[in-house]
């Protein structure tokens, strides 16, 4: 029962976790696995790091495959302990773990934040929002810039916070998706090209990129799908997709963000400004018609379709195979 709960989890299960999220997003209250995870990498990386290449590839190595594995196996033991009390409280428990691996309302409401504080004309306030969907410098940005950012960070998050969450817990329930998710951690923290982690992470990257190569692609199917029922454009989302993706710096980035583009008849991408530092970044997408705030409120609604379609559609592939 315990591998029932753990390493399956029913479709049901996985739309209870659904509208647990959509209902409550992250609450501050929560103790979110992403934060141990976090807490873990970097307790690690400071016995680890040594400056040194050659050693700090194997140990960044180290690293990565452990916490991957002591995420994946603490969600496990977790749920078989809840399993061997009840079944009902395993399916709980897996419920309750599921759900903090899904980012959809979280996502939707920074994007929602920075919209607002746009269509209230109140740039600082908008800017003050932008840390929670982006890296670059809010502060390098005006309002066009703001409304593009959002939006590429919708799409981007589509797949890392939605769809590949979602995928990893239909093929392998709740230790699936929490060890994809200490995959996306290591990238985020570690997975850098900068002369600290230019090595130390480089495993933590190599694996992120496949754990997303899937996941990406299907992402950029899901919004092209959800660009024809909202506005349309799915094959002008499929088009721009198919000649902009392999742009982008990332294997799989390029692919949710230039279906987007496509989407919306917008132009992503470009330069940007981190820490000071201008970064140029591939363009994806064509300026078909003015940038408004209304991009961002059409960027969310493809999101939300997107996520449903994903969800559907995984649903539907479980049924046949079974």
């Known amino acids: 029962m315990a591998m029932t709960h753990a390493l399956h989890l029913s479709t049901a299960l996985i739309a209870a976790a659904i509208l647990l999220d959509c209902s409550l ?65 395993g399916a ?20 929602a934040e920075v919209q607002d504080a746009l269509l209230r004309r109140d740039d600082g306030a908008a800017r003050r929002a932008m840390p929670a969907l982006v890296g670059r410098d809010p502060s390098c940005l005006d309002r066009e810039g703001m409304v593009r950012a959002a939006v590429e960070s919708v799409a981007e998050n589509s797949s890392d916070g939605v769809v590949a969450p979602l995928l990893f817990l239909f093929i392998a329930g709740p230790a699936g998706a929490i060890a994809y998710k200490a995959v996306n951690t290591l990238d985020s923290m570690i997975g850098h090209r ?44 499929l088009a721009i997709c198919g000649r902009d993706a392999r742009k982008h710096e990332s294997p799989n980035a390029g692919y949710p963000e230039a279906a987007m583009a496509g989407g919306l008849g917008m132009r992503l991408g470009g330069p940007a400004i981190y820490e000071g530092e201008k970064i140029e970044h591939a363009t994806l997408g064509d300026s078909e018609c003015p940038v408004t705030i209304d991009d961002i409120a059409s960027a969310r609604m493809i999101f939300k379709i997107a996520a449903a379609i994903a969800f559907a559609s995984f649903a539907a592939f479980r049924m046949i195979l079974t």
């Open 25 to 89: 997003g992250d609450p501050a209250w929560l103790p979110h696995p992403v934060r141990i995870i976090g807490a873990a990498i970097s307790r690690g990386e400071t016995v680890l790091h040594t400056g040194d290449p050659r050693r700090d590839l194997g140990r960044g190595a180290i690293l990565t495959v452990a916490i991957v594995a002591l995420s994946a196996t603490a969600a496990w033991a977790l749920v078989a302990l809840c399993d061997r009390l009840h079944p009902a409280v």
């Open 92 to 111: 709980l428990a897996a419920i309750a773990i599921a759900w903090t691996t899904l980012a959809l309302r979280s996502l939707d409401r920074a994007a």
């Open 194 to 237: 900068d002369a600290r982690y230019a090595y130390f992470g480089k495993a933590a990257a190599r694996l992120d990129d496949a754990a997303n190569w899937i996941p990406a692609r299907l992402t950029a199917v899901c919004i092209a799908a959800a660009s024809e029922l909202w506005l349309g454009r799915g094959r002008q989302a």
